[in-house]
């Protein structure tokens, strides 16, 4: 048992500590796709965990269908003014087209308008900056049906009863915070024996998440249930239950990529993670800074080539809408690389 924590431990440091290219210097090597003349870009929130090499796949896929380069980088740890600095750095590297996963809805907005006055096409995927420059927002799903789907996981193992808890990440993340409430609006319209405890708790990584909920289990013993928002998250609250010798006990449920879930679901301390397929993520943000930088408008409802389903735009809000959330349970989980 002491062998196997110390290497969920080891698994959970790795995320923390692995390092990206440096500032405005992105990856030319795995993060890299395409040779033609017109260069995209995407920034992550944080480079060298399993969700955002996933979308690095399904963008290097679209790249190679589309004709175009595709380049990702961001920060090795989620930091709002680093992740700015990498934006920063590309707006004078000649690029037609960046794709943002801004850490603060705001910090990045001076740097947005700055890639667009440049003549540069720039979006937001995975999360958004609303009140900026940007064309569009790639949506995975809406936050309503995520929060909801997942707190309904934490649901149906606790019979809709009892204390549960939220590990978020950063508290300057937009996309975390209306998880999180999302997730209590749901709670408090389906499930009113359920009590959220602890307020919610923000974490930059994996570490600092099992410390916080260590914290919670010690403070609140009969806590059935904890949600890990971000994927950096869930290793860390999965193993603080695991310690605790609460696995089963304690529901576990979060935004974790199916490589991040595995093994929690496969030693019981999980039994499902919610998210959405994060390579079909990446796929359409590319085909949409295609669209974009080719001055092509969205329709309410677009096929696009190597997708299965249409993909919707909401046109006030300007947004594009990949589907709905994806439930990963020891039935799929093995069936997905990222």
Not at 53 to 69: D, N, P
Not at 215 to 224: E, G, K, Q, R
Not at 257 to 284: C, H, R
Not at 306 to 313: D, I, K, M, N
Request: net charge negative; glycine share 10%; proline share 5%.
């Amino acid at each position: 048992m002491q062998r196997r924590i110390t290497a969920l431990a080891a698994a959970a440091l790795a995320v923390t500590l692995t390092a990206c290219t440096g500032p405005g210097q992105p990856d030319a090597g795995p993060s890299a796709a395409g040779t033609s003349d017109t260069r995209v870009a995407f920034v992550s929130q944080v480079e060298g965990i399993p969700y955002f090499s996933g979308f690095a796949e399904g963008a290097k896929r679209a790249a190679e269908e589309f004709g175009v380069s595709f380049t990702q980088t961001g920060p090795a740890k989620a930091d709002s003014a680093e992740q700015k600095r990498i934006v920063d750095g590309l707006v004078s590297q000649g690029y037609a087209g960046i794709a943002i996963s801004p850490l603060d809805p705001t910090s990045m907005n001076g740097s947005i308008k700055q890639a667009v006055d440049s003549g540069i096409a720039v979006i937001t995927s995975d999360a958004d900056a609303p009140e900026s420059a940007r064309s569009i927002f790639v949506s995975q799903a809406s936050d309503e049906e995520l929060g909801a789907t997942v707190l309904d996981e934490i649901a149906r193992q606790t019979d809709g009863k009892g204390q549960y808890g939220i590990v978020s990440g950063a508290a300057d993340v937009a996309t975390f915070n209306a998880w999180s409430q999302a997730a209590q609006d749901r709670a408090a319209e389906e499930y009113p024996d359920m009590e959220l405890v602890g307020g919610v708790r923000h974490t930059a990584d994996s570490a600092e998440a099992l410390k916080e909920a260590q914290n919670l289990l010690t403070a609140y013993p009969d806590i059935a249930g904890i949600i890990a928002v971000p994927s950096t998250a869930v290793p860390g609250v999965a193993q603080a239950v695991q310690n605790a010798g609460k696995a089963g006990d304690v529901a576990v449920s979060g935004f974790g990529s199916p490589k991040t879930v595995a093994q929690f679901i496969k030693s019981g301390v999980m039994q499902s993670s919610v998210l959405w397929n994060v390579e079909d993520l990446g796929y359409l943000t590319v085909w949409a800074l295609q669209q974009t930088i080719e001055g092509n408008e969205f329709v309410e409802s677009n096929d696009v080539p190597g997708l299965s389903e249409p993909v919707r735009y909401d046109a006030e809000t300007k947004t594009l809408l990949l589907g709905k959330p994806t439930i990963f349970n020891a039935d799929n989980v093995d069936d997905f690389d990222f």
